[in-house]
């Protein structure tokens, strides 16, 4: 689905204070040889499932939904290329739009990015993201060669034409691709260098957070290999190299180790206080376990051919202040 924003601006609410007016969103896609002669409100609810049929239709009659510039209703039956918009009002997070670029030449830009962006459009973010930032300073024709999680601070490689993308996609795929992170975590491992061999799937529907479990049973496999570059008593600063290329990988893996990053508001959260997380993210009782506002992940490094040369590039971003603040602050009570 592609999209279209007409940005949001600040307006006085009835105290005359300063409030983010909604950004009107416009969402597009065209429908597939496989939903021709579908009816409009079942194309939808398959197309895009995190909607069901009567909350579709409810948005049909409220008339934010349209097929080929006219207004779409249930009963609309649908055609191949057919157009179908919806239009969504949203007011986004603020984020840190700041990033720092590392390399930049005809194929590929990379840079390093905050560690309160996240790097594509989903949920509430639109135009809050690192892709549509850099979209809007160096041209619309920018794609992500791979992610990292909105609070992961750190390398981001983008690809500027289709044999870029396609070279780098099949680099990533056939574990080409070496990629290197340094996270702050709970506790002192035993072992200076350790491996965690264990594989992820994902936690079942019922389950009131979304996030990525071991599970020996159905998982893909995992591999990660750690080394722990600094102790500080209570904590450690540990190097992570993933051998694969799972979700959330990293975390997963220095949960399973007894070791989760501090600040991560997912893997490694008592249970006794997920529901207060769940309830109020930003309560006394979150914040003393957190400590820090976002989990201290960083993607340190990225090794990778030039899809196009062949040269070896080897991408670094340095650790950015606020990890390197609560290193110094517990190197001096260690």
Known sequence: ??????????????????????????????????????????????????????????????????????????????????????????????????????????????????GNIPVHAGGTYFTHTLIARLRRDFGPGLDLAHRLDRETSGVVVLVRN????????????????????????????????????????????????????IDREHGRPARTLFRVAKRLGRFAVVEAKPLTGRTNQVRVHLEHAGHPIVGD????????????????????QAAAHLMVPRHALHAARVTLRHPTSRRLLEIEAPLPADMTGFIEGREKTA
Not at 23 to 46: A, I, K, N
Not at 265 to 284: N, T
Request: net charge negative; proline share 8%; no cysteine.
């Open 162 to 213: 289709r044999p870029a993308a396609r070279g780098l996609a099949r680099a990533f795929a056939q574990g080409e691709v070496e990629k290197d992170y340094i996270a702050v975590v709970h506790g002192e491992p035993d072992l200076d260098a350790f491996e965690v061999d264990a594989p992820i799937g994902r936690v079942g529907a019922d389950h009131p957070v979304a996030r990525r479990v």
């Open 265 to 284: 508001k997912i893997y490694g959260v008592p249970a006794a206080l997920l529901s207060e997380f769940l309830r109020e993210p930003g309560s006394p």
């Open 1 to 114: 689905m592609t999209q279209d924003v007409r940005p949001s601006s600040m307006v006085p609410d009835e105290r005359g204070r300063p409030q983010r007016r909604p950004s009107v969103v416009l969402l597009s896609t065209r429908v597939d040889p496989y939903h021709d002669g579908w009816r409009l409100v079942d194309f939808l609810e398959h197309r895009f499932r995190y909607l069901d049929a009567e909350t579709w239709k409810s948005r049909m009659d409220s008339g934010v939904i349209a097929v080929n510039g006219e207004r779409g209703t249930a009963g609309v039956t649908v055609r191949r290329g057919d157009l179908v918009e919806y239009e969504v009002h949203v007011v986004e997070p603020p984020v840190d739009f700041a990033y720092e670029v590392l390399h930049d030449d005809d194929d590929i830009l990379a840079v390093s990015k905050s």
